[in-house]
């Protein structure tokens, strides 16, 4: 077999094993429960769900952070890796782009989820006041998910041309592929439009996730709440964004890389480039944290001292240290070793670090909501605390599985690395295609 | 099978009791006994009216009883007149105006509520007397001053009789000086405006007020004056705000991200114009 049919042949989407299927049904399962969940709530309202007076925002809002945080992790590796021209990203891409754009898609569910009267949802769209936070919030992830879908899409336009070709014993998934592939042929015209389109595209995506972490981050510090009062909460998003982005990303790699056999492709010097990109991530982030907690501390005014005391203290005390321990500290000082670095102790870190940092979206929001800078008056004793009910739960389980359900049935149908680049890169061409030209 | 029989015919008897009893218990209820609150009222030049209160006691304490139907009768030595009727409102109030023709120098009115299904019959009566309540407003270069004058109909001074007087406000009237002033030999109260008083446009409504009086009822008489403090309109109603509708979005907010939203969808198009051009190409 010649280089490019291997390397064809080891890149082209792949039916699932049997443990993919099973996978696909524990994912199917959770969804399952998930909608099962908010089809209650849509009966029942919103008392199924601990949101009260005070902890208005709670897991679904918590989820929704870190959906959009993640989302970060397209523009980091399509984008600014692409601009500053370095090769070794070209297998991880298109990985990055599919989380982007499966992290975006279920962000803006969960806001849907969130909502007392999701019917109204188009109200939105109708009567929209651009002094609102929400309407920002609303455009920007509208306008991010196209872009994601475009950045996914664009760039795998030659694949698509050469899956066409390479399934040609199967006629339904060649037309499928065709259309995909919009009559690519690989001219130069056609060579030098994509490229282009491809650099617009990686150039919009930059500020346009800035703008979205910003706006996110914003919807938090236009209110006058102890513990979002803060003018840097745009930057410290993005830092946060920034760490939870690679962590996914690594992690998605690591299972890519095993169950897809990808090592000859993703290697360990790729994880040994993301593990270094995770320490700066963590040590930016871990600043951001500390200028974010010190200052009130520093200022000691009541309510926020109340709040920090209760954060590193008081009842969210175990999640904010496991969090900020777990999270940042740990894996910046064991990633500054050569050996943490490799696949697998890199994917254990990487998983520690996604799940703190949806812990983090948590501390972020519940505290805040409990600390009123009203007394509570009139309200029973139970509503000036909050832990998610069964139904939000499984409704926040079901959005964390439809995301890898998302990635997974993209992964099914979309080259993981890409095809094309990866041929150029390695000045591999089709032999017996030159031949008979 | 005998004993079956027993005891249906048993249970039927226990059910036959309990119904008639109920049905007993049900048409022996008693109607429930109503408070009236009843008083006169007068402003002179504009109207006489009553204000009715109905209220009832349970379990809870006194509960106001709305929608009671009521008629007004005023009585005379000869006859009855049926001066209307009316219903208390869902707070149990109701606000009754005497015709002018209908009100003489003695009066004397009862209010009925009769053949109510819930309340017991009753009847409230209110005496009261006709009174002359005549208050000015002098604006001069030496001052401000309300004169006020209580006289019976005869043209008899009353004296010694308290008169409130107060600037008009929404809920309840703003004292001018001491409040309270007591009229002189002559039925006379003067009383010096010697503040400034503030208001939304710069008028002003005083009063003069005897209140609750045993013969006379609320009477009241009013003056509108031009000389109060203007105050400023802090509305932001018409302006473009951060907490206005969308329709009075401020014009950074409209332009800006109207731009960056425009910027986008151009490079959308291009975006979609250069996709197209692959395709054709």
Redesign the interface.
């Known amino acids: 077999m010649s280089t490019y049919n291997k390397v064809l042949n080891d890149l082209a989407p792949k039916k699932f094993s049997k443990i993919g299927v099973v996978w696909v049904a524990v994912l199917s399962v959770v969804t399952l429960l998930g909608i099962i969940a908010y089809i209650d709530q849509i009966i029942n309202g919103m008392k199924v769900t601990n949101l009260r007076d005070y902890a208005l925002w709670g897991v679904y809002i918590s989820n929704f952070v870190f959906f959009v945080a993640t989302s970060f992790v397209g523009a980091i590796t399509a984008s600014i890796l692409r601009l500053t021209r370095r090769k070794w990203r070209t297998p991880l891409v298109r990985i990055a782009e599919m989380v982007s754009v499966a992290c975006i898609a279920m962000a803006g569910l969960t806001i849907i989820l969130d909502m007392g009267r999701p019917d109204r949802l188009h109200y939105l769209f109708m009567?929209?006041?651009?002094?609102s936070p929400i309407t920002?919030d609303v455009?920007i992830i509208t306008?991010y998910l196209?872009?994601s879908i475009?950045l996914l899409y664009?760039p795998n336009?030659p694949d698509f041309a050469l899956l066409k070709k390479y399934y040609q014993h199967k006629p339904k998934w060649s037309k499928f592929y065709a259309f995909l592939a919009?009559?690519?042929r690989g001219?130069e015209?056609?060579k030098k439009?994509?490229e282009?389109?491809i650099q617009?595209?990686a150039v919009?995506m930059i500020p346009?996730a800035l703008i979205l972490q910003t706006i996110d981050a914003w919807l938090f510090s236009t209110t006058f709440r102890i513990g979002w009062d803060s003018p840097n909460l745009g930057a410290y998003f993005i830092a946060g964004a920034f760490v939870a982005g690679t962590a996914a990303l690594i992690a998605t790699a690591f299972v890519v890389r095993k169950f897809y056999n990808m090592h000859e492709y993703i290697t360990e010097k790729h994880f040994d480039k993301l593990g270094r990109l995770l320490v700066l991530a963590c040590l930016v982030y871990l600043y951001f944290n500390i200028s974010e907690y010190l200052i009130p501390a520093y200022k000691s005014t009541q309510g926020e001292i109340d709040h920090i005391n209760e954060m590193f203290f008081g009842h969210f005390a175990w999640m904010f240290w496991f969090v900020v321990g777990g999270g940042l500290i740990l894996p910046a000082i064991l990633l500054l070793y050569r050996r943490m670095r490799k696949p697998f102790p890199l994917f254990i870190i990487a998983i520690l670090v996604v799940v703190t940092s949806w812990w983090k979206r948590y501390v972020i929001v519940t505290p805040t909501m409990l600390s009123p800078l009203l007394p509570k008056q009139g309200v029973s004793e139970d509503w000036s605390s909050y832990f998610p009910s069964l139904h939000e739960w499984l409704i926040t389980g079901a959005t964390l599985a439809m995301a890898l359900l998302i990635i997974t049935i993209l992964m099914r149908f979309v080259p993981v690395i890409p095809i094309q680049r990866t041929l150029d890169e390695n000045g591999i061409t089709n032999d017996e295609n030159d031949d008979k030209n | 099978m005998k004993t079956v029989q027993h005891i249906k015919w048993f249970n039927t008897i226990i059910l036959l009791i309990v119904f008639a009893g109920s049905f007993i218990v049900n048409a022996q209820e008693e109607k429930q006994s109503l408070s009236i609150g009843l008083t006169y009222h007068k402003n002179v030049g504009v109207e006489s009216f009553l204000k009715i209160s109905t209220s009832f006691k349970d379990e809870n304490g006194w509960q106001n009883a709305s929608k009671v139907p009521f008629e007004v009768v005023k009585i005379t030595q000869e006859e009855e007149i049926s001066l209307g009727t009316g219903m208390t409102d869902l707070s149990g109030r109701a606000k009754f105006v005497i015709p002018t023709d209908k009100v003489g120098l003695e009066n004397s009115i009862e209010l009925r509520i009769t053949d109510h299904p819930v309340y017991e019959d009753t009847a409230e009566p209110l005496d009261f007397k006709e009174v002359d309540l005549k208050a000015k407003l002098n604006v001069s270069t030496d001052g401000k001053q309300i004169t006020a004058t209580l006289l019976d109909m005869e043209g008899n001074p009353i004296v010694d009789e308290g008169l409130k007087v107060q600037v008009k406000r929404l809920i309840k009237g703003l004292p001018i000086g001491d409040g309270v002033y007591y009229t002189d030999e002559t039925g006379m109260v003067v009383v010096d405006i010697e503040e400034d008083y503030h208001s939304f446009d710069g008028n002003l409504i005083f009063e003069v007020v005897l209140e609750e009086h045993d013969e006379f009822g609320t009477v009241r008489s009013q003056m509108h004056a031009d000389f109060g403090i203007a105050g400023t309109d802090l509305s932001t109603y018409d302006k473009r705000t951060l907490w206005s509708p969308a329709g009075k979005t401020p014009l950074f907010f409209l332009i800006f991200p109207n731009i960056v939203l425009l910027g986008i969808l151009g490079i959308f198009v291009y975006l979609i114009r250069n996709l197209i051009k692959i395709s054709k190409s």
Do not use: E, M
């Open positions: 009567y929209p006041r651009l002094q920002w455009l306008i196209t872009f475009l664009i336009i919009i009559n690519w001219t015209k056609q439009v994509h282009k389109t617009v595209l919009t346009l």
